[in-house]
């Protein structure tokens, strides 16, 4: 029994990590437990038409003192695509919850700078909302933010999903993700 000289670590199995797997000679271990203190996070599915009572349970948590993600597919309205936008998402979210609630806004097209600055005030909870593409998929872990809601959430594929859900869920309140999408998709 020899010890191992690779180790492979994902919170995700992407299909390389499931084909190495597979055809390769890896051994699998799962770790199928959440860490110490953390709840499971509630999934759930809204369609747009539910707007009032989604913003409604946003604004409950917010007064909780919690904090919450709103993830866009896109950065820009596309006359392609009849898909929300995050630019368009950060001007409602402003309107909709300010100036009781601040909103800070991060996509991939921003300066590092001013990702980095958006992404601090998150943290240190000077912005309660954090309207987002997926630049927000890995490598963020805010502890307060207790709601992750996914809009247009049938362009995003399961691994992204999962990734993105995993941004709430990392303190010791209940979190939930929910799934936004519209009628005609």
Same mark, same amino acid.
């Given at each position: 029994n020899r010890p191992p000289h690779v180790l492979v670590m994902t919170a995700t199995p992407i299909p390389r990590t499931l084909a190495m797997t597979v055809y390769g000679d890896l051994d699998v271990s799962v770790i199928d437990e959440l860490p110490p203190g953390r709840k499971p996070i509630l999934t759930l599915h809204r369609w747009d038409n539910q707007? #009032?009572? $989604?913003?409604?349970?946003?604004? %409950?948590? @917010?007064?909780?003192?919690?904090?919450?993600?709103?993830? !866009?597919?896109?950065?820009?309205?596309?006359?392609? #695509?009849? $898909?929300?936008?995050?630019?368009? %998402?950060? @001007?409602?979210?402003?309107?909709?919850?300010?100036?009781? !609630?601040?909103?800070?806004?991060?996509?991939?097209k921003m300066k590092a700078k001013d990702k980095d600055a958006a992404m601090g005030r998150f943290a240190r909870n000077e912005a309660q909302i954090l309207v987002a593409t997926t630049v927000i998929e890995v490598g963020v872990d805010v502890p307060n933010a207790s709601v992750m809601v996914i809009e247009s959430a049938q362009r995003f594929g399961l691994s992204q999903l999962h990734q993105l859900r995993g941004r709430v869920g990392r303190g010791a309140e209940k979190s939930y993700c929910i799934l936004v999408r519209d009628y005609k998709t």
């Open positions: 707007r #009032l009572g $989604l913003n409604r349970a946003i604004r %409950g948590e @917010l007064a909780k003192g919690h904090q919450a993600y709103i993830v !866009y597919p896109l950065v820009a309205e596309n006359e392609k #695509l009849d $898909l929300k936008a995050v630019e368009q %998402g950060f @001007l409602d979210m402003q309107k909709v919850f300010g100036p009781e !609630y601040h909103v800070a806004m991060v996509h991939g």
